[in-house]
């Protein structure tokens, strides 16, 4: 059994799936995956997502907006907390930080994330974060706004070894995704290796960052399964064995009873 931790099932492409989404979970079933969270990135998604979760007992769902959403949206204790009290919604986020793509809304970003930490604290969920490029950030507004009392995931993880450990630190869990499988992505496989077990989660993100050897296809939570079958394998671990500990994760992290 595997879980998808973080996946916009809103937003991928179900051309393949005769447009129809049960049919793309279907085909994740297939490849055991039978756990997904619908995550959302901004106001305008956000009841989409929990709709999606409605119509789906294995889906869950998340409430917030993404950093690079700065411009235009809004966001408060009181929206987030209201949203919050739906049962299928178990994290406040994405959120964070993203200095790699936009610095120049750097004063808004940090002013979001404080928010979404307060609100989570507030209705007691884990966060899911976003980060790039913003790790001391990162991590003083965590410490700042007492995150270590919900916890929550660096979702997507692409940063040190010493950020994961000083996450852990607090609670967190760290989530890879098709990135670990990329070429380009030796040092990432090393922190991989490093993960203690009881803090790796796994993830798709689609329908971004398609791992190999699907590089160049939409993303889709049945792939979630090539980044398994890779960290595993990095871990020297049997691969069910290894799907079962990621999935244990998930539901203990979001709190979710089968």
């Not at 294995?58 to 409430?63: E, F, L, M, R, T």
């Not at 070429?183 to 989660?201: F, G, Q, T």
């Amino acid at each position: 059994m595997l879980a998808d931790s973080h996946c916009h099932l809103d937003r991928i492409d179900l051309t393949p799936f005769d447009g129809k989404l049960s049919n793309a979970l279907q085909a994740a079933s297939q490849q055991g995956v039978e756990h997904f969270l619908c995550v959302a990135i901004n106001a305008e998604n956000q009841q989409d997502v929990i709709a999606i979760a409605e119509q789906h007992c294995n889906v869950h769902a998340s409430v917030g907006v993404h950093p690079l959403y700065t411009k235009g949206e809004f966001a408060s204790v009181e929206s987030l907390s209201q949203l919050a009290k739906h049962p299928k919604v178990v994290a406040i986020g994405e959120t964070g930080l993203d200095y790699f793509y936009d610095k120049e809304s750097k004063k808004e970003q940090l002013s979001l994330f404080r928010t979404h930490v307060q609100a989570a604290v507030e209705v007691d969920l884990p966060l899911i974060i976003h980060t790039r490029d913003a790790r001391q950030d990162t991590l003083d507004i965590l410490s700042d706004e007492g995150a270590e009392s919900v916890g929550g995931v660096l979702h997507c993880f692409t940063e040190s070894l010493e950020m994961a450990e000083k996450a852990m630190e607090k609670g967190f869990y760290v989530s890879f995704s098709g990135i670990v499988t990329f070429n380009n992505a030796d040092e990432l496989r090393e922190v991989a290796k490093n993960i203690p077990l009881d803090r790796i989660l796994v993830e798709t993100d689609s329908p971004y960052l398609t791992p190999k050897p699907y590089r160049g296809k939409p993303n889709s939570p049945m792939y979630v399964s090539e980044v398994a079958k890779l960290v595993a394998d990095l871990r020297q671990m049997d691969y069910q064995e290894f799907c079962e500990l990621t999935t244990e994760n998930y539901l203990s992290l979001f709190k979710i009873n089968q």
